[in-house]
């Protein structure tokens, strides 16, 4: 017996995908948010979008060493970040972005 040859299809490929049209951000994402002053002695006292609030922490925390050595998921508290944690000497970082939440005001206007 002969073996079955895959048949050929007589349709052409789709033409290459027309590139893609630059991504446009959440608009709720890029909301400005007030700071309070315990955030704003980090990130600055200007509405900003969450998105850069959690950017100029990260800046910070690297800036100043803050990352733990040994448990990298774990933030460390200088004075500034100790006010914002609450008082803990440390937090995961998965809980540093609800840190943030509780530390804006989400009505804020568009400065």
């Known amino acids: 017996m002969a073996k079955a040859t895959p048949k050929k299809t007589a349709e052409k490929k789709a033409p290459a ?3 893609a ?3 446009q951000p959440n608009a709720a994402f890029m909301k400005p948010h007030q700071p309070d002053e ?3 002695k980090i990130v600055g006292n200007k509405a900003i979008p969450r998105t850069e609030i959690v950017k100029k ?3 910070y925390i690297k800036k100043h060493n803050l990352q733990d050595k040994e448990k990298k998921t774990m933030i460390n508290a200088d004075e500034a970040m100790k006010a914002f944690f609450d008082g803990k000497d440390q937090i ?3 809980q540093m972005t609800k840190q ?3 530390h804006i005001d989400v009505d804020a206007k568009k400065a």
């Open 92 to 94: 995961s970082m998965f």
């Open 57 to 59: 922490l990260w800046a």
């Open 17 to 19: 995908a027309k590139k």
């Open 100 to 102: 943030v939440s509780l």
């Open 21 to 23: 049209a630059k991504r």
């Open 38 to 40: 315990i955030l704003a």
